[in-house]
């Protein structure tokens, strides 16, 4: 059974930063690109960045792009989303979330892309 457990989350001002964590048990976690996501009241949940198995190709929502950047380490089965110059607007339960195949595919943006998901971490940006 996979598990992905994200940390990391917390209460941050406006223009701060914080550094989200997923950690994945089980030894495949090279094979497989993994997500990240959030979602907020009353909204779906919504793409937020993914990165390929060797983290060398990453993508990103229109919304975070150029102040979120997610990286992975494989040798300790982790999956990272450094987010910069926080916005309210970021404010949600963010999901790390592992790609139903094992490369990024077109389905990258959408939640039926990805099999196994981890219990979200909440983030809060204060204005």
Same mark, same amino acid.
């Given at each position: &059974?996979?598990?992905?457990?994200? +940390?990391?989350?917390?209460? %941050?001002? @406006? ?5 989200? +964590? ?8 090279s094979s497989y690109a ?6 907020? =009241? ?7 960045? @993914?990165?390929?198995?060797? /983290?060398?190709?990453?993508?990103? @929502? ?19 989303? &450094?987010?910069?110059?926080?916005? =309210? ?10 790609? @139903?195949?094992? =490369?990024?595919?077109?389905? #990258? ?6 099999? #196994?998901?981890?219990? /979200?971490? &909440?983030?809060? %940006? +204060? +204005?």
């Amino acid at each position: &059974q996979v598990q992905l457990v994200e +940390s990391g989350g917390g209460l %941050v001002q @406006a223009g701060g930063s914080l550094r989200l +964590s997923c950690t994945v048990s089980g030894r495949t976690f090279s094979s497989y690109a993994m997500g990240w996501f959030r979602r907020t =009241p009353g909204k779906e949940r919504e793409f937020v960045a @993914a990165i390929s198995r060797n /983290g060398g190709s990453t993508y990103y @929502a229109d919304s975070v792009k150029g102040r979120f950047t997610i990286s992975r380490e494989n040798a300790k089965n982790t999956v990272y989303l &450094q987010m910069d110059k926080m916005k =309210p607007e970021d404010t949600a339960v963010y999901y790390c979330a592992k790609s @139903a195949v094992g =490369p990024l595919t077109s389905l #990258y943006r959408a939640t039926n892309g990805y099999d #196994y998901w981890g219990q /979200g971490t &909440q983030v809060t %940006v +204060s +204005s």
